[in-house]
């Protein structure tokens, strides 16, 4: 099938010159130069399908990755991306060939993780996609980073949108990119940038040079003489400046500026910089006692939740109905990247140059509404006035507005007037070392993480991630649901210029609100103190306490009870901890440990079998089945097995009972952090086989890593301050006396024998038998393989093991 007839089957129209030039040339672009319009998601998306699957070259189709992972600056935007995507894949017919997935918080709809092998869209914002590829996952829990950050490093390619929005995430998504080729990856590896507000020199950092001109694509003459996008390219869109006083009142003088500019039957659009602004506006437009307006109102940002934020953007998308007054949509930069809206008129706040043009183009959009008319609102000087941005950044726009008063500022205008975009400061950039270590998610010594915030997003935009449930006076339980992300916010940390905004502010009210996080390593709910909040954590609130509107998204002073999103029936999981084994225990059926080792080395093998493209060397992939099999050996210890069986501490399990390794018990460890992955990695090192010593180090590093909490180093978990610190064991095994791992029969034919837990590898240097220690092994591997290969041989361990075992409790087998 040709492109332009996948194209056309995909959207039901031909595809523009440009968009042929991007899916068939030799290699794709690094940056991809289109206005607003001119089809960026489309020419991205389908160009990487069709190359993936119908390119006639089979070097092309084996040399494109099988994942493309679509960043975009707002969250807002991503269901909408998400649907148009499905929609495309569904006309051809190929929904059940590639996965497609929004990652937004909470826990997806699907579990692409599990599906290494296969092709997946993977639509998300630069906050979770950033801090997922720093291995610094936003809104998952620490053992699940290492997962997502191998897949989201290997195989992909990276389309990045609206790249002017981005702030300090650009630097870092072309550190990452750089890295990828200097460090290696497994499969190809490539970035794509998109804006039409962009210089090349913004993509040149420390380890990625500026594109080059054979590198960037942009629109043709052939492109301008389309009948459609030569419309678009043309069409009017006359500015004036429009004088507002700020101050008390401004929002009430801004909705009367609206209300006076809109026309009957029209969509007009009003963009202002903050979403408290917006949300003031709106509530003036909807006092009726004040403004009188009769059109339809919709408030639109990135503070809803995901019901409430598709509802506004359908009613967006369908326009005004014929014969009624028209429509009047408030809203923030969330209009800027990737929204398909055309207004007849728009009226905007001063923002720097790169956002008005984007602005520019959500008026008279496909040249229908001639002329379209912009109204531009200055918001004074002062750094109050301009946030979110700085004075100067904004300077450049207020110059070159007024001197395009009375003209029009189309895409054909604004090209006859040359490059006038401001230069971007890299204010953050992320260096190797940083990237490096990023890779070990061991806490530090008061069981806190390194925060990535800077390199995810702008300096002052830190935000957490909200939900509300009914919660009990005592607290919520260890059984609460994970949360769905239907059910979740983003809301600021604090707000801006001293208005009530923020989470923190939600619990400096005085009214005794409490927001509830869950603590990693001791394995329970903890009150969050405002002073502990930081940016990507996920807070649970009391839905008796206030804090959001269906019609204004999050209000920090909002005080109504919230209904709770219901969570579909059955929603089973539970947060993870540092001690606890949710995947072993309380299940629909008991699973001998010999049946599930020999189950996960199956699964194991056979996606190796899918990735042969990856070239991975054999004795890596003898290493991977080596730990896929011994996984789980270091269940058969009797406090695991206890556990297993619902025994107390002590008590001898039954006579000629089989190991198990999973169970439908509801019980927890007698010890305290026990890991029975940390003896699987000690019986690797005793008693493997066939493998030399480089191979049984990764093999026991796989298998110490299949939970994600035992990685470059094994050592105690903090504890001072803590509930219950440990003192005499590590891990849950004692640190003066050895113990034993029974011999135990791992299914495959192989019984392994009596393994001694000698936890002197965990020290510095040589252990007791003058072996070199845990951490010269790891570090080792990662040095020779390099983050994102070695992360990425863990993601297929663990999606293995997570396979075998849904397989395990389905019906069947």
Request: aromatic share 6%; hydrophobic share 40%.
């Amino acid at each position: 099938m040709t492109f332009g007839e996948f194209f056309a089957k995909a959207t039901g129209h031909d595809p523009y010159p440009y968009q042929c030039r991007l899916a068939q040339g030799p290699s794709l672009p690094t940056l991809l130069k289109a206005p607003t319009g001119s089809g960026k998601t489309e020419a991205a998306v389908l160009g990487w399908l069709w190359r993936w699957k119908e390119h006639p070259q089979e070097t092309v189709r084996r040399n494109t990755a099988r994942r493309l992972v679509y960043c975009l600056p707002m969250r807002s935007l991503v269901e909408q991306t998400v649907g148009r995507i499905e929609g495309w894949v569904n006309n051809l017919q190929m929904e059940r060939r590639v996965g497609i997935v929004a990652l937004m918080g909470g826990e997806p709809p699907t579990q692409w993780y599990l599906y290494p092998e296969q092709p997946f869209i993977i639509v998300g914002t630069q906050d979770m996609l950033l801090s997922r590829a720093l291995n610094r996952g936003y809104g998952v829990g620490p053992s699940m980073w290492p997962v997502e950050y191998g897949l989201l490093n290997n195989d992909c390619l990276w389309v990045l949108d609206e790249i002017q929005l981005m702030a300090n995430g650009l630097p870092t998504s072309t550190q990452l990119a750089g890295l990828r080729h200097r460090l290696e990856t497994f499969g190809p590896s490539h970035s794509m940038w998109m804006s039409a507000t962009v210089q090349t020199d913004w993509l040149a950092t420390v380890d990625h040079p500026a594109p080059s001109e054979r590198e960037v694509l942009e629109l043709g003459r052939d492109d301008m003489a389309h009948p459609i996008l030569g419309k678009r390219h043309h069409a009017r869109k006359m500015v004036s400046e429009a004088n507002v006083n700020r101050g008390a009142g401004y929002a009430r003088r801004l909705a009367n500026l609206i209300v006076e500019k809109h026309v009957s039957g029209t969509l007009t659009l009003a963009i202002v910089n903050t979403v408290e602004r917006a949300q003031q506006v709106y509530r003036e437009l909807d006092d009726g006692r004040r403004v009188s307006l009769d059109a339809a109102r919709v408030l639109v940002h990135s503070r809803f939740r995901e019901e409430d934020r598709s509802s506004k953007n359908d009613a967006v998308s369908a326009g005004p109905e014929a014969a009624t007054p028209g429509m009047v949509v408030v809203a923030t930069q969330a209009v800027e990247a990737g929204m398909d809206i055309s207004a007849r008129t728009l009226i905007t706040e001063l923002a720097p140059w790169s956002s008005m043009v984007q602005r520019f183009g959500r008026c008279n959009r496909a040249g229908d509404d001639e002329p379209g008319a912009i109204f531009w609102v200055d918001t004074g000087e002062r750094g109050a006035d301009t946030a979110p941005y700085r004075p100067e950044e904004v300077a450049a726009a207020r110059e070159q507005l007024k001197l395009l008063e009375g003209y029009s500022a189309g895409p054909a205008d604004l090209t006859r007037l040359g490059a006038v975009l401001e230069e971007v400061e890299h204010r953050a950039v992320i260096r190797r070392r940083d990237v490096v270590g990023l890779f070990d998610t061991t806490p530090d010594l008061s069981g806190g993480y390194l925060d990535v915030s800077m390199y995810v997003r702008g300096d002052d935009e830190r935000d957490v991630s909200v939900y509300w449930r009914d919660i009990p006076p005592e607290g919520p339980g260890g059984a609460a649901p994970r949360p769905r992300h239907s059910e979740i916010v983003k809301v600021p940390i604090g707000g801006r210029s001293g208005q009530p905004t923020g989470i923190r502010d939600y619990l400096a009210d005085g009214e005794g609100r409490i927001a509830w996080g869950w603590d990693f390593l001791d394995d329970r709910w903890r009150r969050a103190q405002p002073r502990e909040i930081h940016p990507g954590m996920t807070l649970m609130l009391d839905s008796q306490q206030g804090g959001y509107s269906p019609d204004i998204g999050w209000d920090a002073s909002g005080k109504e009870r919230m209904v709770p999103v219901p969570l579909p029936v059955g929603t089973s999981e539970v947060e993870d901890g540092q001690g606890s084994d949710p995947g072993s225990t309380a299940l629909r059926k008991a699973v001998a440990l010999s049946d599930h080792c020999r189950h996960v080395e199956d699964t194991v093998r056979a996606i190796l079998g899918q990735l042969s493209a990856w070239g991975i060397e054999p004795a890596i992939c003898e290493a991977l089945a080596v730990a896929a099999l011994y996984h789980d050996a270091g269940k058969a210890h009797p406090a695991f097995q206890r556990m297993m069986w619902g025994l107390p501490e002590g008590e001898a399990l039954p006579a000629n009972a089989a190991p198990l390794a999973k169970s439908v018990q509801n019980a927890r460890n007698e010890r305290r952090h026990f890991r029975h992955e940390l003896g699987s990695a000690l019986a690797i090192l005793e008693h493997a086989p066939g493998l030399d010593e480089t191979a049984r180090d990764l093999a026991a590093y796989l298998a110490a890593a299949h939970h994600g909490k035992i990685r470059l180093g094994i050592r105690a978990l903090p504890g001072p301050g803590r509930a219950n610190p440990d003192s005499d064991r590590l891990l849950g095994y004692p640190v003066a006396a050895p113990e034993t791992l029974p011999q135990v029969d791992l299914g495959a034919g192989l019984q392994l024998a009596e393994t001694t837990l000698d936890l002197s590898i965990a020290r510095i240097g040589m252990d007791r038998q003058e072996r070199r220690s845990w951490l010269d092994r790891s570090t080792a591997l990662l040095d020779q393989l390099g983050p994102f290969r070695l992360g990425v041989l863990e993601t297929l361990i663990r999606a293995a093991d997570m396979r075998a075992s849904k397989l395990e409790q389905e019906d069947g087998e």
